[in-house]
Nanobody, 125 residues
Framework: QVQLVESGGGSVQAGGSLRLSCAASGYTYRSYCMGWFRQAPGKEREGVAAIDSGGSTSYADSVKGRFTISQDNAKNTLYLQMNSLKPEDTAMYYC???????????????????WGQGTQVTVSS
């Protein structure tokens, strides 16, 4: 049974930083695609960043240069380092993982089968 557990969210002022973590258990695919999504109230869930088993990364234009996705395979953990945070980054952030490793649409929500419960990020101006 695959389980994804996010942590690291919180409240920061604009310009600050946070690092989100996603601990994965039961996820044993050798080829995979994992990503971070976010959803603000009244808005659709959007892809923020993704990484595949080869280390290739994808980022939404709104976060390029500010956010960095990384992984620690030894710890089965996915990270999202968020710098220069803006009030518009305020959202619930979700970790996601696919089930076939295709990573065909890494920032598309329908690419992913497994989802965490989310961690809240609030950025004040």
């Amino acid at each position: 049974q695959v389980q994804l557990v996010e942590s690291g969210g919180g409240s920061v002022q604009a310009g600050g930083s946070l690092r989100l973590s996603c601990a994965a258990s039961g996820y044993t695919y050798r080829s995979y695609c994992m990503g971070w999504f976010r959803q603000a109230p009244g808005k659709e869930r959007e892809g923020v960043a993704a990484i595949d088993s080869g280390g290739s990364t994808s980022y939404a234009d709104s976060v390029k240069g500010r956010f960095t996705i990384s992984q620690d395979n030894a710890k089965n953990t996915l990270y999202l380092q968020m710098n220069s945070l803006k009030p518009e980054d305020t959202a619930m952030y979700y970790c996601a993982a696919d089930s076939d490793g295709s990573c065909f649409s890494p920032l598309g929500r329908y690419e992913y089968k497994y989802w965490g419960q989310g961690t809240q990020v609030t950025v004040s101006s």
